[in-house]
């Protein structure tokens, strides 16, 4: 009983983690979504009506793309902050492990839809710029724009280095002895990362989007510590209970 207390605890600090977490994102997914739309909305006064017909037309989807994203973003952490407490709180036993896992699961896909509605931004304001300004102030908004860009790549890449977790290692305060994602989870990450390096070796060209796939999948779920394989499976595990 006193373990059970105890790993309840932690289920129930990581609970409010995630809660935090929903909250910062949907915050400034709300900000950002408001000024998305409020470039959309006034693109009309701010063209010249000799501008480009086809440049006004991809201002105008980029910007709204970046609005629904954030918009997405901004009402999956809202529901995810206001349902996942309700279900660990006042579900039937087990609710807290499910309500822990199904967070992290949703914390991974709105982290992912936050980021492709800053990048959609980051597309908008460059063909904003590309279509409203002469050549000169272009050209250096423009390179402030990729400064911006390559400064901020930066900072994830340092913040990767220092807070790296790779999904397959990452435990939580599920009801076993060990605190461990299982043996047959770990074993599933473990071919993924299998695959990778065959297709690395063979290093066929047609191979190459693959890779970059795979690549890119392990770095994102590093980056945040958490995988879907990983944590679908904790999730499918509890809640067949």
Same mark, same amino acid.
Not at 42 to 49: C, D, G, I, R
Not at 112 to 123: E, H, P, R, V
Not at 181 to 195: K, Y
């Given at each position: 009983?006193?373990?059970?207390?105890?790993?309840?605890?932690?289920?129930?600090?990581?609970?409010?983690?995630?809660?935090?977490?929903?909250?910062?994102?949907?915050?400034?997914?709300?900000?950002?979504?408001?000024?998305?739309?409020?470039?959309?909305?006034?693109?009309?006064?701010?063209?010249?009506?000799?501008?480009?017909?086809? &440049? @006004?037309?991809?201002?105008? !989807?980029?910007?709204? =793309?970046?609005?629904?994203?954030?918009?997405? #973003?901004?009402? +999956?952490?809202?529901?995810?902050?206001?349902?996942?407490?309700?279900?660990?709180?006042?579900?039937?036993?087990?609710?807290?492990?499910?309500?822990?896992?199904?967070?992290?699961?949703?914390?991974?896909?709105?982290?992912?839809?936050?980021?492709?509605?800053?990048?959609?931004?980051?597309?908008?304001?460059?063909?904003?710029?590309?279509?409203?300004?002469?050549?000169?102030?272009?050209?250096?908004?423009?390179?402030?724009?990729?400064?911006? &860009? @390559?400064?901020?790549?930066? !900072?994830?890449?340092? =913040?990767?280095?220092?807070?790296?977790?790779? #999904?397959?290692? +990452?435990?939580?305060?599920?009801?076993?002895?060990?605190?461990?994602?299982?043996?047959?989870?770990?074993?599933?990450?473990?071919?993924?990362?299998?695959?990778?390096?065959?297709?690395?070796?063979?290093?066929?060209?047609?191979?190459?989007?693959?890779?970059?796939?795979?690549?890119?999948?392990?770095?994102?779920?590093?980056?945040?510590?958490?995988?879907?394989?990983?944590?679908?499976?904790?999730?499918?595990?509890?809640?067949?209970?």
């Amino acid at each position: 009983m006193g373990l059970k207390v105890s790993l309840l605890e932690i289920r129930e600090r990581e609970l409010s983690l995630y809660v935090k977490c929903f909250r910062n994102i949907g915050t400034m997914a709300g900000v950002f979504a408001g000024f998305a739309l409020q470039g959309a909305c006034l693109s009309s006064y701010f063209f010249p009506p000799d501008s480009s017909e086809g &440049m @006004r037309m991809l201002y105008l !989807v980029t910007t709204t =793309i970046a609005m629904d994203l954030n918009v997405a #973003a901004l009402f +999956a952490a809202t529901s995810c902050a206001a349902l996942g407490p309700g279900l660990a709180l006042r579900g039937p036993d087990g609710s807290m492990e499910r309500a822990v896992e199904a967070l992290a699961l949703e914390y991974r896909l709105t982290f992912l839809t936050f980021c492709l509605g800053i990048s959609a931004l980051y597309i908008s304001a460059a063909i904003f710029i590309i279509v409203l300004m002469n050549w000169l102030v272009m050209t250096v908004l423009l390179v402030i724009i990729l400064i911006s &860009m @390559r400064y901020t790549l930066f !900072v994830c890449a340092r =913040i990767y280095k220092k807070f790296r977790l790779p #999904a397959d290692l +990452a435990v939580g305060g599920n009801f076993h002895d060990d605190g461990s994602i299982g043996t047959s989870v770990s074993r599933a990450m473990g071919r993924r990362a299998e695959r990778l390096e065959q297709l690395s070796q063979r290093a066929w060209l047609s191979e190459w989007p693959r890779r970059q796939w795979l690549e890119l999948h392990i770095l994102f779920d590093d980056f945040i510590g958490i995988s879907a394989d990983v944590y679908e499976k904790r999730y499918q595990s509890v809640a067949q209970r």
